[in-house]
Every structure is written in C-alpha cells, then in structure tokens.
C-alpha cells in the first residue's frame, strides 16, 4: 500500500535555528498539506499545496514558514529561526479520493 | 467555517465493554467525515470514514460510526473493547470539495481498563 514518509522522525534544534523537515507525498496525489500537533492538543492546519503554490494557509503559518517542491517527489516545511513554541509533531499529508494520507511525523524538540 | 467538537477529553472503558466516543460538527456546507486513530508517538491512522451512502460505516479494528445529518453527529462505537485499543481518536470534517483541509477535533483518549 502506498505511504506518506517523512524524514527525520525527530529534529532537535537550538532556538533560532533553521530547520527543513521532508515529506515525500503519495506520487499521484496533486494536493499536499503540512500539520502541527503541539504535545497533547489537536492537529492543526498549517499549509496546503496544490499546483505549485501555496493554496491556503491558518493563521499559524506567518513568514516564518515556507513551502517547496523541490522536485517531482519531495514536499518541504521550513522554519527560520526556531521558537520554543514551534516544538511539535509535524504531520505531513497527501489527498487521494478526499482522504488524507499522513505521514508518520516528525517530533521538533526546540531547546 | 467548519467545527469539530469531541466532547469527552478522556473516555476509560474496562476491556470487553462497550465504548462511544462522541463527535458533533459545525459546517455550512456539505462535508465528508473521518476518524483517525493515534497510538502513542505514532502517526495518524484511518479509522473509518463517512463519505455517502449508508449511514452505517464500518471500519478496521471492530468499530463503526453512524452519520446522523439531523444531529450533524458521527460517533464512534466499539462493542467490546481491548487493551489495544487504548490510545488517542480524532474525528475530522473536510468540505465535500477536492483540496480542502481538515479539520480534526480536540481527541478522545481511550484508556482501556484490565
């Protein structure tokens, strides 16, 4: 069965640092989307990505982060300059017949 | 604007008895729901999901969910719960369009009593 991946499975940084976390999305899907769950709260939308270019976007998602398909396989969530509050599972997601494939996660522990 | 609402943060159930997690949404227009299970520091897993036709859904792991349009309600039940079960469950609306976000509830924890 098709999966979402995403590396790493756990990103430590220091605050203020800059962090790249990958998702290699389903390779039909046409829509891709980034999640946050802070530690025992829900999932939060972050970022959709269709076509290209950022289809929507919360609140959360201020110029600190930014978006990129690099190439035809690989979806990327930056975070410039890292805050304690960013600490969090960071869900990666791809849509195939209106149901959203996550990824397994990756925990950012801010220090 | 769409909502979810899981009214129960923690739900214990002793192992072998039935359980209901509850779900009500908020949504103007038509939408498709979902529920994902989360085992601890794991991802997110498809539960079930509600997308037309039968009310009735069932899903992996022994559970089933019945859509109640007139309630906007999607509750998840079990009837005979296992200590695997323990765990986190999110119910989750998207509108009935391609591309949308979802949007997920606050989660019940199931804590599975021996």
């Known amino acids: 069965e098709p999966e979402v991946t995403q590396t790493p499975s756990h990103q430590v940084t220091q605050m203020g640092q800059e962090v790249i976390l990958r998702c290699v999305p389903i390779s039909n899907h046409l829509y891709f989307y980034w999640y946050r769950q802070i530690l025992g709260q829900k999932v939060e939308f972050l970022v959709s990505?269709?076509?290209?270019?950022?289809?929507?976007k919360s609140e959360i998602f201020d110029d600190q982060f930014s978006v990129e398909r690099p190439d035809g396989s690989n979806f990327t969530l930056k975070i410039r300059s890292t805050k304690l509050e960013d600490s969090a599972m960071y869900f990666c997601a791809s849509i195939g017949a209106y149901e959203q494939y996550f990824g397994p996660g990756t925990r950012l522990t801010v220090t | 604007a769409q909502s979810v609402t899981q009214l129960d943060s923690q739900v214990p159930v002793f192992e072998e008895a039935p359980v209901e997690l509850r779900c009500n949404y908020s949504?103007?227009?038509?939408?498709?729901l979902f529920w994902y299970v989360q085992y601890p520091n794991q991802g997110l897993q498809l539960l079930l999901k509600?997308?037309?036709?039968?009310?009735l859904v069932k899903g992996i792991n022994g559970f089933e969910a019945e859509f109640n349009k007139s309630q906007t309600s999607f509750h998840l039940r079990k009837p005979s719960v296992h200590i695997s079960d323990t765990a986190e469950y999110f119910c989750a609306v998207t509108p009935r369009a391609p591309g949308n976000q979802f949007y997920f509830g606050t989660g019940t924890s199931l804590t599975v009593i021996p």
């Open positions: 509600y997308l037309s036709g039968s009310t």
């Open positions: 949504s103007s227009v038509s939408v498709y």
């Open positions: 990505f269709y076509n290209n270019e950022i289809s929507e």
